[in-house]
């Protein structure tokens, strides 16, 4: 089949359609990075405060230990229905994408489907940032700094 320049046009438009979409995958991949990597210090700061508990042998140690894992425990619902929600962002952003290209070389208009769904990409943005906003309002609200202020160490 022979392509014609009307053929090329057409896909060079549509590439030119789905730049900014894919460059809104780039910065979403860089949030899911950010929360990946704070679910990872929640993780592992849980975990050494697990080993800590099952050492400590005062109970207002224990029960500073517990608090702080139950903090802990928030603060990873949170980042992991911030990564949930960007998640849904980028599959989404790419279902544009797809539907956008789909347009173009079936000739319809996709235009309805796209809106809604960029609509619909854009809230779950902005609600996965407002968990990302309240999990570091939960860390530097409980965050203890200076001598005294931590959970003493294992004996």
């Known amino acids: 089949m022979q392509r014609t320049l009307s053929d090329v046009n057409t896909v060079s438009h549509a590439i030119q359609l ?34 800590r508990f099952e050492i400590a042998t005062l109970d207002e140690h224990k029960e500073l230990i517990r608090s702080d894992l139950n903090t802990l425990a928030i603060r990873a619902k949170l980042i992991g229905r911030a990564i949930n929600l960007c ?7 790419c279902t544009v994408i797809a539907l956008m290209f789909i347009g173009a070389f079936l000739g319809i208009d996709p235009s309805i489907p796209v809106a809604i769904l960029f609509i619909c990409a854009m809230l779950s943005m902005v609600l996965g940032l407002v968990w990302f906003l309240r999990e570091i309002y939960i860390a530097t609200a409980n965050l203890r700094i200076g001598p005294g202020s931590q959970a003493p160490p294992p004996n």
């Open 87 to 93: 998640t849904t962002t980028a599959f989404l952003v």
């Open 18 to 51: 789905s730049v900014a979409p894919v460059f809104l995958l780039t910065g979403i991949g860089a949030i899911l990075s950010v929360l990946t990597n704070r679910l990872g210090r929640v993780i592992d700061r849980a975990r050494l405060l697990e080993s």
